[in-house]
């Protein structure tokens, strides 16, 4: 697998259009938070210093071909004094494969603040031994497709359930490698990661069952500073599922215990059915 600084590395081919290199992957389709990461790498990269991403919005429209580089197209909606929204499409072969906004606040405005508690969960230091990645077909894909990622997820009976919640589902997870000390950088290999096990907790309450998983769309809105090379613990739930969709939702936190960032997705969960 790739770096993650080199996968958001993207070359500049005119003012508002840039290009993604293509790495090698055991993937059918190009991988959803690669496109949604370098997308917003795109979008970053046409905005004046002294604004952070907060929020993105992104829909999935076609299956990505990961054997060939994809191109994105920003449009500058608007640069307002506090607030920069861009949109950015990327495309392959003519065809647009994904579409972002993408919206910037300006650094240092106050106001209010709260934040809902962290989940009480094993750090991910007690599960090193026990909670390694490796027990599933799917959970064996994501260590040889991410293997520079530390992923562990929370077994189930070690993390309390919040009453109510259909499908609960919690996840440690941290860029293997020290990173730069570059904020930006940080975000965008949060929105990278942010696509992992995401739609699997969808398939809490329905083990056995055999789904075709696709991401449609991606939400994310960034709130308090993070390392992605630090431990993040992504709590994830899916509260309804239905005629061949599932809405996953996550929040993540730092070890300390802020919330850094949370994420919205709606995929595609259909039952594959066998031939008679």
């Known amino acids: 697998m790739a770096a993650i600084v080199d996968i958001l590395e993207l070359e500049q081919l005119e003012r508002n259009m840039f290009r993604g290199s293509v790495h090698p ?6 991988y959803g938070g690669q496109v949604a990461g370098q997308a917003l790498v795109s979008a970053v990269r046409t905005v004046d210093d002294g604004y952070s991403v907060h929020s993105l919005h992104g829909y999935f429209l076609r299956p990505g071909n990961p054997t060939i580089p ?5 449009d500058r909606i608007r640069d307002g004094r506090s607030f920069v929204t861009r949109r950015v499409t990327g495309v392959q072969n003519g065809e647009a494969i994904f579409t972002m906004a993408a919206s910037f606040h300006i650094d240092g405005d106050e106001g209010i603040e709260h934040q809902d508690q962290m989940p009480k969960v094993p750090s991910a230091a007690d599960l090193e031994a026990d909670a390694q990645i490796a027990e599933t077909v799917a959970e064996r894909e994501l260590t040889r497709e991410w293997g520079s990622w530390d992923l562990r997820i929370v077994p189930a009976e070690q993390a309390a359930k919040v009453d109510g919640l259909a499908a609960q589902q ?14 930006i950088l940080h975000i965008c290999a949060l929105a990278y990661l942010s696509d992992m096990t995401l739609i699997g907790s969808a398939r809490v309450p329905h083990p056995g069952v055999v789904t075709q998983n696709a991401s449609l769309d991606h939400a994310m809105w960034f709130m308090r500073p993070f390392r992605a090379d630090e431990w993040l613990l992504y709590d994830q739930s899916s509260p309804s599922a239905g005629f061949g969709r599932a809405l996953t939702q996550g929040r993540m936190f730092d070890t300390d215990g802020n919330m850094v960032a949370a994420v919205v997705q709606e995929g595609l969960q259909r039952i594959m059915k066998t031939a008679p």
């Not at 992957?25 to 190009?30: A, G, I, K």
């Open 25 to 30: 992957t055991e993937l059918v389709r190009t």
């Open 70 to 74: 994809t191109v994105y197209l920003v």
């Open 170 to 183: 919690r996840v440690w997870i941290r860029y293997r490698d020290r990173l730069p000390d570059v904020p």
